[in-house]
């Protein structure tokens, strides 16, 4: 039964799709820079590496498996983090190519978002000048005029193709109090089955605000649909919102994420220079809680993992 007092998985989100390379010069976009800090946020904790890929070039998002396959074996051999790949890749990607790299991995666990929404930063286009690459601006406008799709079929597809075929599990990503109730429908469905990785997200235009309220709300519903003793629940606060609802979140008893796909900041006004800066905080912040930190080995027990052996990359 989760209690308030088991150990803390940390998950580090290393670069994602969102953010641009004019954002963060320390925003990792290479291979080797994703495997680099991928590597040094698993030696300072994390658990769970959520992994994106990036063309080395530009820095715009990919879903290419030739740029992924540059980094995730090396990141394997490297570390004993549980690797995520994401299926969100970013809005302007299909299925099929969101898709392409983790079905050719096969990998223990993948992110999943769990409905179709507006997803948006278009206002920090606002306060941007001097873009270091052409596609950077009209990207971050164009999320103005764009939907992140997630239908029910898409879902059901994902749960099919990776978690029933590969043996993968999922990060639920849930924007929303819809999208838990959209879980819910699966698992009433007998298309998924715990333990649940609830990954709860705060702070994003287009979701739920990053309001303690919402938090609680998040939590309490979650705990009414799955009963606690069913899932992990963890917890998610975009930019400057990362640290204090991560905080709330553990104090909870949930789980947290960090990683510059979620937040570019350590601090009020100053840039993280790594991934592991953040997760160097989030622990001494758990720690300081009198919070344990779950290992990779310790991560993939509570989420009923295949283990890194039965990846195939």
Request: proline share 4%; glycine share 8%.
């Amino acid at each position: 039964m989760a209690k308030t007092h088991d150990k803390v998985i940390i998950s580090c989100a290393v670069t994602g799709s969102v953010h641009t390379p004019t954002m963060s010069e320390y925003l990792p976009i290479t291979p080797d820079q994703i495997m680099e800090q991928s590597i040094e946020a698993a030696e300072a904790g994390a658990a769970i590496l959520h992994l994106h890929a990036r063309d080395p070039q530009t820095g715009s998002p990919t879903a290419d498996p030739k740029v992924f396959d540059q980094f995730v074996p090396r990141i394997k051999a490297a570390t004993d983090a549980v690797i995520n790949i994401t299926t969100g890749g970013s809005t302007r990607m299909t299925l099929e190519e969101r898709l392409a790299y983790p079905l050719q991995a096969k990998p223990e666990m993948c992110s999943l978002n769990m409905g179709s929404m507006n997803f948006s930063i278009h206002p920090a286009a606002r306060k941007m000048t001097g873009w270091k690459y052409d596609w950077e601006k009209p990207y971050i406008e164009g999320m103005e005029d764009l939907i992140f799709r997630n239908t029910f079929l898409d879902i059901k597809k994902i749960l099919k193709v990776l978690g029933e075929d590969c043996g993968t599990r999922f990060e639920f990503e849930c924007y929303d109090v819809g999208h838990l109730y959209n879980l819910a429908h699966f698992v009433d469905e007998g298309l998924i089955k715990g333990p649940l990785f609830i990954q709860s997200i705060y702070g994003i235009l287009g979701g739920m605000g990053a309001d303690p309220e919402n938090l609680v709300m998040m939590r309490t519903t979650a705990d009414r649909l799955f009963g606690r003793e069913n899932y992990r629940f963890s917890v998610l606060g975009a930019g400057r919102h990362q640290m204090s609802m991560l905080t709330m979140g553990a104090v909870m008893g949930g789980n947290v994420r960090v990683g510059l796909e979620d937040s570019l900041y350590l601090g009020k006004g100053q840039l993280a220079k790594s991934c592991a800066e953040q997760v160097r905080k989030i622990r001494r912040i758990l720690e300081e809680l009198s919070l344990e930190i779950a290992t990779p080995d310790e991560a993939r027990a509570m989420l009923g993992l295949k283990g890194k052996d039965a990846v195939a990359f």
